[in-house]
T-cell receptor, first 115, second 112 residues
Framework: DTAVSQTPKYLVTQMGNDKSIKCEQN?????MYWYKQDSKKFLKIMFS???????INETVPNRFSPKSPDKAHLNLHINSLELGDSAVYFC??????????????FGEGSRLTVL | KQEVTQIPAALSVPEGENLVLNCSFT??????LQWFRQDPGKGLTSLLL?????REQTSGRLNASLDKSSGRSTLYIAASQPGDSATYLC???????????FGSGTQLTVLP
């Protein structure tokens, strides 16, 4: 069974459209994340979320919004897509114990191409 | 602001060699450090996690060390194999937001 799964794996769309990427984890973790990997393969945190708080990287445009219907899901919504949004988006999860030292588990990524 | 640097950016070695990948970070106040492997077009696979109180972790042919005071970690791969070819990423968990900061990775090629 896949621990962290994302759909779709590939997404090609036009500028200006609104799209969503879904993420589900079956590890029972309480914290989920979205990362963006750009063309230079550099990974940057976009959001981290648990049932207590949403932490947003200040560099993320407000066109991006995470939505969590429950503890096992964290979906990424993107409005008014721009060319620069083309990247691979990774979902991850971890168990934030009292020491907040949880190991991260990643999904396989969703490659978004904006035309 | 935490910054993570990995050297070298790329490495090519013949099969059977032992090798060392380096990672350095600017803020030594970390919770843990994690080494990942990424294959082309794939997600990240966690290899080793070292808590801030630990000095090293071992898994099979992999050994990761952590020197928090100097802001350094190394990943040692023994008896390298072509199947070890991948990009290796180092990441540190730090800050009040407890977020993971990644290095840019080392692309390893093991030649048969």
């Amino acid at each position: 069974d896949t621990a962290v799964s994302q759909t779709p794996k590939y997404l090609v769309t036009q500028m200006g459209n609104d799209k969503s990427i879904k993420c589900e984890q079956n590890l029972g973790h309480d914290t989920m994340y979205w990362y963006k990997q750009d063309s230079k393969k550099f990974l940057k945190i976009m959001f981290s979320y648990n049932n207590k708080e949403l932490i947003i990287n200040e560099t993320v445009p407000n066109r991006f919004s995470p939505k969590s219907p429950d503890k096992a899901h964290l979906n990424l919504h993107i409005n008014s897509l721009e060319l620069g949004d083309s990247a691979v988006y990774f979902c991850a999860s971890s168990e934030q114990d009292r020491a907040n030292t949880g190991e991260l588990f990643f999904g396989e990524g969703s490659r978004l191409t904006v035309l | 602001k935490q910054e993570v640097t990995q050297i070298p950016a790329a490495l090519s070695v013949p099969e059977g060699e032992n090798l060392v990948l380096n990672c350095s970070f600017t803020d030594s106040a970390i919770y843990n450090l994690q080494w990942f492997r990424q294959d082309p077009g794939k997600g990240l696979t966690s290899l080793l996690l070292i808590q801030s109180s630990q000095r090293e972790q071992t898994s099979g042919r992999l050994n990761a060390s952590l020197d928090k005071s100097s802001g350094r970690s190394t990943l040692y791969i023994a008896a390298s194999q072509p199947g070890d070819s991948a990009t290796y990423l180092c990441a540190v968990l730090s800050g009040s937001a407890r977020q993971l900061t990644f290095g840019s990775g080392t692309q390893l090629t093991v030649l048969p």
